[in-house]
């Protein structure tokens, strides 16, 4: 099976607190995954679940303890920098900071145009500008002499995906792409997604914790609980039918459009992050409706049911065991 991009027993340590009472979590947990040519992928979870650590690693702006990433079958380390720059570009939550406030966003186009070598004159510069537009539904006129603060929040993270186009990569790597976008123009920006895998081909990595997005735009779904994946596989299996406790607690958490079912009042998410970081066993022990003592002992392995990969100790029984 043809894989572009994939993460290979990933593990990154932090040491956190304070110069007295210094704790180290393992905020990605020897997490492995791949994604196909024309895939979306999405990374979903909590605030502090490690898809921003993983994401950073990803675009090489972190190093990672354990692991490795590979590119089209090849280590990243072995790869040009500026070649893999090329062909994994990242799109981040706030496009106002992805974009200099000073600058006009045509010249920032034509200096990312410059910097890579894109095009041998300006006339070439602007034709290559012109299309990446295009495909994301601006035109040259749209950004024409224009600063970043002159383009609603929508139309600038449009622009933040045409310049990362510029270099026809193969895949985008989009942390929370919608989450400061009005909440009207958001879906337009996930359809746009879409419509680059069917059209060119692009595969994304969609970082997010809103799994309706998730589950509208994506192909295949991985959920991450305190650095573990603790359920993979395509995105009707994993929504509609959950296997993970956490998985059902966070669609529990989606308000419902039948007004005769309420939110559940008693989801808890966070506040208790590093405690469960440090948890021996499984991470979602402390919160786990259906937890038994081994959760509390023995990190649940991995085991695939039914194409879909679970890390859960309700299931461990019987089936095929795939990793530690
Ligand atoms: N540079 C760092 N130094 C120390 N700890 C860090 C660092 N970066 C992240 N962490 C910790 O690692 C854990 C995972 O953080 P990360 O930002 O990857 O999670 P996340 O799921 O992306 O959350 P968010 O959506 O809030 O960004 C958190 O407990 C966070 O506090």
């Not at 735009?217 to 596989?233: H, K, Y």
């Not at 929504?239 to 406790?245: R, S, V």
């Not at 066993?281 to 049911?305: H, L, N, T």
Request: charged share 25%; with cysteine.
């Amino acid at each position: 099976m043809e894989k572009i991009l994939e993460v290979k027993n990933i593990s990154k340590i932090y040491s956190v607190g304070s110069l007295f009472s210094r704790i180290r979590i393992t905020a990605v947990d020897n997490v492995s995954f791949y994604i196909k040519p024309a895939e979306i992928f999405t990374l979903a979870g909590e605030s502090g679940c490690g898809k921003t650590t993983l994401s950073k690693i990803i675009l090489g702006f972190e190093e990672p303890n354990y692991g490795e990433i590979l590119y089209e079958g090849k280590s990243t380390k072995n790869i040009d920098r500026i070649e893999f720059m090329k062909k994994v570009q990242g799109v981040f939550q706030n496009p106002f900071e992805s974009f200099n406030p000073l600058i006009t966003i045509e010249d920032i186009f034509f200096e990312t145009i410059y910097n890579f070598k894109l095009a041998t004159n300006k006339n070439e510069a602007i034709k290559i500008i012109e299309e990446k537009l295009n495909a994301v539904g601006l035109s040259f006129d749209d950004i024409h002499n224009r600063y970043p603060n002159e383009l609603s929040g929508g139309q600038l993270q449009r622009a933040s995906i045409a310049r990362s186009l510029l270099t026809n990569p193969s895949i985008l790597i989009a942390d929370e792409p919608v989450s400061m976008v009005d909440a009207s123009l958001r879906m337009s920006i996930i359809n746009l997604f879409s419509k680059l895998k069917n059209q060119i081909g692009l595969s994304v990595l969609y970082i997010t914790h809103d799994l309706a997005t998730a589950y509208y735009v994506g192909d295949r779904i991985a959920i991450m609980f305190r650095g573990n994946i603790v359920e993979m596989g395509p995105v009707n299996k994993v929504l509609l039918y959950p296997k993970h406790p956490y998985t059902q607690l966070l669609l529990e958490s989606i308000p419902k459009a039948d007004p005769e079912k309420k939110w559940r009042e008693n989801v808890t998410i966070a506040d208790i992050e590093y405690t469960e970081y440090l948890k021996e066993g499984c991470k979602f022990a402390g919160r786990c409706s259906f937890v038994r003592d081994i959760c509390k002992k023995e990190k649940p392995k991995e085991i695939m049911i039914d194409d879909v990969l679970v890390r859960c100790h309700l299931y461990s029984e019987n089936k095929t065991t795939i990793s530690a």
